[in-house]
Nanobody, 121 residues
């Protein structure tokens, strides 16, 4: 059972930055970030694989950066140039099986409790 604990959310003005952290009991092949705004479906933000492959959703590419510190078993999401539309609950997730990774929630069997990000205009 993989345990995931997010932190780092908060309120920020548009154009600002936040860094989210996800402390993981272990890494799996695919570690991802998702977000869900009120009344909307959960959407993928990006992921990183064991081999270091990183992909981002078009809406955040160029503004968000995913990284990990293997020594600390911690995944990060650096968010710059934040926009009001980035407001959502952000979740860290770990895949169940290896060999394939995509921004599809169904691939991820382990989820954190989420951390709220609010961006005001």
């Amino acid at each position: 059972q993989v345990q995931l604990v997010e932190s780092g959310g908060g309120s920020v003005q548009a154009g600002g930055s936040l860094r989210l952290s996800c402390a993981a009991s272990e890494y799996t092949y695919c570690m991802g970030w998702f977000r869900q705004a009120p009344g909307k479906e959960r959407e993928g933000v990006g992921y990183i694989t064991t081999y270091g492959t990183i992909r981002y959703a078009p809406s955040v590419k160029g503004r968000f950066t995913i990284s990990k510190d293997s020594a600390k078993n911690t995944l990060y999401l650096q968010m710059n140039s934040l926009k009001p539309e980035d407001t959502a609950m952000y979740y860290c997730a770990a895949s169940v099986s290896g060999g394939y990774c995509a921004m599809q929630a169904g691939l991820f069997g382990y989820w954190g409790q989420g951390t709220q990000v609010t961006v005001s205009s």
